[in-house]
């Protein structure tokens, strides 16, 4: 079966300043991998999707992230983060071909602070 | 407006009392999941289905019972309420190809003392 793990619980940023946060997955197949978003108070939303093809993808407000097969990763990147970036951040994977089964990390609290 | 809608948004039960969540799709989506979500722990799969007549257990099933009778409705019991069951419950839903994937609802917030 496959897991995510999301190192970064709770990440305490400045307005302006630059963003990573990491996801590992364990799965010895092919992966579709996601992160999801989701604001205080509201349902996740989908940020961006890798499913093929170039490594680096880029999703909605701004947020990119890269597929390093050699690592499992897929690390979530914002060049400069907003006030409105507060959220709580999840990673997910799912095999290859399937929607059954979306795995998601415990993810990672983000806090801008103005 | 399309989505998928999850009823009630807020609920208290008693220790042993029993309930359903209710979660409609409106998308003509084949898959549908249930989540619960706690703090620290991310969400973590109930049950889910691929189709009509169709369920499995996932992560975390002990406690629940679901059933698909249709496309569009995915239900989950619980049978004897827990206060391990206080949680934040989603549904999602996702076409088999999961290519714009999950849609979640908004959530049930769980209380059980």
């Known amino acids: 079966a496959q897991s995510v793990s999301q190192h970064n619980h709770h990440v305490i940023l400045s307005e302006a300043a630059s963003l990573e946060l990491g996801c590992n997955y364990s799965y010895g197949g092919t992966v579709n991998l996601f992160w999801y978003v989701q604001y205080p108070g509201q349902h996740l939303q989908l940020l961006l999707k890798?499913?093929?093809?170039?490594?680096l993808v880029k999703g909605i407000k701004g947020f990119e992230a890269e597929f390093i097969k050699s690592k499992f990763s897929f690390n979530l990147r914002k060049p400069s983060v907003q006030w409105s970036d507060t959220a709580e951040y999840f990673c997910a994977v799912i095999p290859t071909g399937t929607a059954s089964k979306l795995t998601f990390g415990t993810g990672t609290r983000l806090q801008v602070t103005l | 407006n399309a989505g998928v809608t999850q009823t009630p948004k807020f609920q208290v039960l008693k220790t042993g009392q029993s309930m359903t969540l209710q979660c409609a799709q409106d998308m003509n989506h084949e898959y549908m999941s249930w989540y619960r979500q706690d703090p620290g722990m991310g969400l973590r799969l109930i049950h889910y289905?691929?189709?009509?007549?169709?369920?499995d257990q996932g992560e975390v099933p002990n406690g629940y019972n679901v059933s698909r009778s249709t496309t569009e409705d995915f239900p989950l019991r619980l049978l004897s309420a827990a206060p391990s069951q206080t949680s934040v419950y989603f549904c999602?839903?996702?076409?088999?190809?999961?290519?714009?994937?999950?849609?979640f609802g908004s959530g049930t917030r769980l209380t059980v003392v």
């Open positions: 890798y499913f093929s093809g170039d490594p």
């Open positions: 999602a839903s996702s076409r088999q190809q999961v290519g714009r994937g999950y849609t």
């Open positions: 289905s691929v189709g009509a007549g169709i369920t």
